[in-house]
């Protein structure tokens, strides 16, 4: 009679895999499209990576980190934010992504390149890990989390007509600063590129330090 050997168990209190981990497996992938469809009813494409989709319940304002991270610290009042590799995104209401160029002209923004941009209808941002997720180093993540059973709308900034008033944070306001702040931050490469380089590249060093490459989506303001 021939007997099967059955294969070796694995110990008890194996760590999961990397993959597992990080969010890039198969776990980690359909935890996270739970998350968001069960917990947060957003709309989510799965991945790997989880996607969320722009324009149905949010739109968002893109900007780099060192200008986001400084913005956040003047500016309580937003709606979830999130991180990816050097980038900070803010969440805001559904339209605002249209209404955004007219913005900055307006506030005398317009013609300055701030390496601002937004992500409307139709678009696409990488999903962050949930709260308390473990992840790859540069993986998206919340920096002010959205919170699960309560609709994401009402904590959104929005564009305030003229005399109205609510709960919600003021749209105008933190576009205002956020143009502040990238203006600000490229100032700050700007000038530590030019004090790093050699006296005869100063000129080339400034331009490449304050204009750190495209984002990728769509400009807000231009040069």
């Known amino acids: 009679m021939a007997f099967t050997v059955p294969s070796p168990r694995e110990p008890a209190d194996r760590e999961p895999s990397a993959?597992?981990?990080?969010?890039?497996?198969?776990?980690?992938?359909?935890?996270?499209?739970?998350?968001?469809?069960?917990?947060?009813?957003?709309?989510?494409?799965?991945?790997?990576?989880?996607?969320?989709?722009?324009?149905?319940?949010?739109?968002?304002?893109?900007?780099?980190?060192?200008?986001?991270?400084?913005?956040?610290?003047?500016?309580?009042?937003?709606?979830?934010?999130?991180?990816?590799?050097?980038?900070?995104?803010?969440?805001?209401?559904?339209?605002?992504?249209?209404?955004?160029?007219?913005?900055?002209?307006w506030l005398e923004w317009g013609g300055i390149a701030l390496d601002l941009t937004a992500v409307g209808a139709g678009g696409l941002i990488a999903a962050p890990l949930p709260p308390r997720a473990r992840g790859v180093r540069?993986?998206?993540?919340?920096?002010?989390?959205?919170?699960?059973?309560?609709?994401?709308?009402?904590?959104?900034?929005?564009?305030?007509?003229?005399?109205?008033?609510?709960?919600?944070?003021?749209?105008?306001?933190?576009?205002?600063?956020a143009a502040e702040e990238c203006h600000r931050a490229r100032m700050v490469r700007s000038a530590a590129a030019f004090r790093g380089a050699p006296p005869g590249d100063r000129t080339a060093a400034a331009v490449r330090g304050a204009n750190p490459g495209p984002s990728g989506n769509q400009p807000l303001a231009f040069s």
């Open 138 to 177: 540069g993986a998206a993540r919340w920096l002010r989390p959205p919170e699960p059973g309560r609709d994401v709308e009402p904590s959104l900034p929005v564009f305030s007509r003229f005399g109205e008033q609510g709960s919600a944070p003021d749209l105008v306001r933190l576009v205002d600063a």
């Open 19 to 105: 993959r597992t981990r990080s969010g890039t497996g198969s776990a980690g992938t359909d935890s996270t499209l739970r998350w968001y469809e069960s917990r947060l009813g957003w709309a989510a494409l799965a991945g790997p990576p989880v996607r969320l989709l722009t324009g149905v319940r949010f739109d968002v304002i893109d900007l780099p980190s060192d200008a986001g991270l400084a913005l956040l610290r003047r500016a309580p009042g937003t709606g979830p934010v999130a991180l990816e590799g050097s980038r900070v995104r803010l969440l805001v209401a559904a339209g605002s992504a249209d209404e955004l160029p007219g913005l900055l002209d």
